[in-house]
């Protein structure tokens, strides 16, 4: 099945400073990548996705990168502010009814 | 549109002791999925159903089970609670089917936090 692994557990940044995250993902097949935010206390909420007829999706400051050919897909923040601090999950789908699998997530903290 | 709710949000158990979990759907989304979320575990999935049938199931002991009925809603049940369960139980609902060419955006309940003592 498929196995998603992400890097870093814990990252830390300076606000206004970039953060990156990346996940990679074992199965070919799979051709749907979310990246959920979890800020402490609260559920996980979809903030971007990507499916893998496309490289790149941009959404103000973030934007998640797709390479099929090395099996990975990163999230980059711009300008990172205090309120982007929380834990970050990526997951990867394959096509049909398999469910998400996910990583085991990136606590970020941005120091202001 | 109401989000994915789950009752009750918080939980204390013995051990030995059962538990039930519910969850609601937003509504028109037919699969629900819930997942355990433990510190540096992550979200593990433990199971998924669609109408009322389970799809998918995660890699679990069979104390572990749940069911959906006919209006989405969905129950899961801990039997033999131990120590171990005590963690974060979340659902997550999702409007497509997940049929072959189709993604699987899903949108998650505010967990209910099981403790077990």
């Known amino acids: 099945g498929e196995n998603v692994e992400q890097h870093p557990s814990t990252l830390s940044v300076q606000e206004g400073d970039s953060a990156v995250i990346k996940c990679t993902y074992s199965?070919?097949?799979?051709?749907?990548f979310p990246w959920y935010k979890q800020e402490l206390g609260k559920r996980p909420q979809l903030i971007i996705d990507i499916r893998s007829n496309v490289g790149e999706k941009k959404d103000q400051r973030i934007a998640v990168t797709l390479n099929k050919t090395a099996k990975h897909f990163s999230l980059h923040i711009t300008e990172t502010q205090p309120e982007d601090s929380a834990v970050y999950f990526c997951a990867a789908s394959i096509p049909g009814n398999t469910p998400l699998v996910f990583g085991k997530g990136t606590r970020l903290s941005v120091i202001a | 549109k109401a989000g994915v709710t789950q009752t009750p949000r918080y939980l204390i158990k013995t051990r030995g002791q059962q538990v039930t979990l519910s969850c609601s759907p937003i509504?028109?989304?037919?699969?629900v999925s819930w997942y355990q979320q433990t510190p540096g575990q992550g979200l593990q999935f433990l199971f998924e159903y669609f109408s009322e049938t389970q799809r998918n199931k995660g890699n679990f002991p069979g104390r572990f089970s749940g069911r959906q009925f006919s209006n989405s809603r969905s129950e899961m049940n801990v039997s033999t609670l131990e120590l171990g369960d005590s963690a974060l139980y979340l659902c997550?609902?999702?409007?497509?089917?997940?049929?072959?060419?189709?993604?699987?955006?899903?949108?998650f309940g505010p967990g209910t936090r099981l403790t077990v003592l």
């Open positions: 509504s028109g989304h037919r699969s």
């Open positions: 199965d070919s097949a799979s051709n749907y």
């Open positions: 997550a609902s999702s409007l497509l089917a997940g049929e072959r060419g189709s993604y699987n955006e899903q949108f």
